[in-house]
């Protein structure tokens, strides 16, 4: 038994959720999501919740009734209070800024790297080195924010580049001199 799967969705006031098969449909004030599971789990919309069960009782649909369930969630929790991560820039003259809606990072390079945001994105800069990624689709937020860390990953000697907010990063010891 999935103690993740058997839990039901609670499903708040202003989120309107639909089942049609194996497509599920989430709008609320955020924006709207669609995503087709997968035909090993079963999705029932009970009132205000959503349950989710396994077909049978193979290895398969026991692996893919967790994962549904939390997909499931997160597009509720998504359109109803939003995504957001939070990146660090750590490096002397690393900064960033926005263009509109687009994001401009100065990391170090001959030139500065523009991104501009997917569809439900958004960014905020706080101060020049802090990054908000803002979305309700939890999937693109995340994808998003890497894309934005790999411009300049953090290096393990001097801890220079972009980071997530509270992420720990391994340091090197440099090489010592000649004795």
């Given amino acids: ?27 609320g004030s955020k924006g709207t999501l669609e995503r087709t599971l997968r035909p090993e789990v079963t999705i029932a919309l009970e009132g205000q919740e959503v349950r989710v069960g ?17 997909l499931i969630a997160n597009m509720v929790e998504g359109v109803s209070k939003g995504f957001e991560k939070h990146l660090e820039l750590a490096g002397v003259g690393y900064r960033a800024s926005k263009q ?9 390079f001959s030139h500065p790297v523009h991104i501009d945001p997917p569809a439900g994105i958004s960014f905020e800069v706080p101060n ?33 580049g972009i980071h997530y907010k509270g992420e720990r990063i391994r340091r090197k010891v440099g090489k010592t001199g000649k004795k």
């Fill in 1 to 27: 038994m999935s103690r993740i799967g058997k839990q039901p969705i609670p499903v708040p006031a202003g989120v309107e959720v639909t089942v049609d098969g194996q497509t599920v449909r989430v709008k």
């Fill in 54 to 70: 396994p077909v049978n009782d193979s290895g398969m649909a026991r692996a893919q009734w967790g994962l549904s369930r939390t």
């Fill in 100 to 108: 509109g809606e687009r994001l401009v990072l100065a990391v170090g």
């Fill in 128 to 160: 020049p080195t802090n990054v908000l990624v803002k979305g309700f689709d939890r999937e693109t937020v995340g994808e998003t924010a890497a894309k934005i860390r790999g411009v300049r990953p953090p290096e393990p000697y001097k801890g220079k």
